[in-house]
């Protein structure tokens, strides 16, 4: 190994540390958000764009300084997808994701995932350039997404939604 990838390697590990808080595994932990809402009786989930890989993903992003990791969550949301809303402190749970940093090459990060109910759609946003927002049902949104630990999530989450639906018909009646 010549005295650049001893660098690189070194740079790298010292990102990491940094721009991430650890879970029990070791991987860094990045922030993300699984916004939805229901219309025409239907729950549907809001998917972004990846920057470079166009690829449809969840918001998602390094934790920010002074903000919890909701919190952090609801601020990619509005940078990523132009959305604000109210997030669960509580995450659904995560995924693993190889992210791919220009300098540092493939990052793998576990991704806590919060939902939250959006609120408002902003006209502008700051990423709006790079990146493309879009609504799908349940089932259209587990299609779209390329890794298996996040569709399985969105499942869930929908199972969830319809169990507490049920619920409520229930003590209602």
Same mark, same amino acid.
């Given at each position: 190994?010549?005295?650049?990838?001893?660098?690189?390697?070194?740079?790298?590990?010292?990102?990491?540390?940094?721009?991430?808080?650890?879970?029990?595994?070791?991987?860094?932990?990045?922030?993300?958000?699984?916004?939805?809402?229901?219309?025409?009786?239907?729950?549907?989930?809001?998917?972004?764009?990846?920057?470079?890989?166009?690829?449809w993903m969840i918001a998602k992003g390094w934790?920010?300084?002074?903000?919890?990791? =909701?919190?952090?969550? !609801?601020?990619?949301?509005?940078?990523? #997808?132009?959305? /604000? $809303? %109210?997030?669960?402190p509580t995450p659904i749970g995560s995924?693993?994701?190889?992210?791919?940093?220009?300098?540092?090459?493939?990052?793998?990060?576990?991704?806590?995932?919060?939902?939250?109910?959006?609120?408002?759609?902003?006209?502008?946003?700051?990423?709006?350039?790079?990146?493309?927002?879009?609504?799908?049902?349940?089932?259209?949104?587990?299609?779209?997404?390329?890794?298996?630990?996040?569709? =399985?999530?969105?499942? !869930?989450?929908?199972?969830?939604?319809? #169990?507490?639906? /049920? $619920? %409520?018909?229930?003590?209602?009646?």
């Amino acid at each position: 190994m010549d005295l650049l990838d001893r660098l690189i390697n070194f740079i790298s590990a010292v990102y990491r540390r940094r721009m991430s808080r650890k879970d029990d595994a070791s991987l860094p932990i990045q922030s993300g958000v699984l916004p939805w809402r229901v219309k025409r009786k239907k729950t549907e989930v809001m998917l972004v764009t990846g920057r470079r890989s166009k690829r449809w993903m969840i918001a998602k992003g390094w934790p920010m300084d002074g903000m919890s990791l =909701a919190d952090s969550a !609801a601020q990619e949301a509005f940078e990523e #997808a132009g959305i /604000k $809303g %109210k997030v669960d402190p509580t995450p659904i749970g995560s995924f693993h994701y190889v992210k791919q940093h220009l300098l540092f090459g493939d990052v793998e990060v576990r991704i806590q995932v919060h939902p939250m109910i959006v609120k408002r759609e902003l006209a502008d946003w700051p990423e709006r350039a790079e990146r493309s927002r879009k609504w799908f049902e349940l089932s259209d949104a587990v299609e779209q997404v390329d890794s298996d630990e996040l569709k =399985a999530l969105i499942v !869930a989450f929908g199972d969830g939604l319809k #169990a507490q639906s /049920k $619920g %409520k018909k229930g003590a209602a009646a």
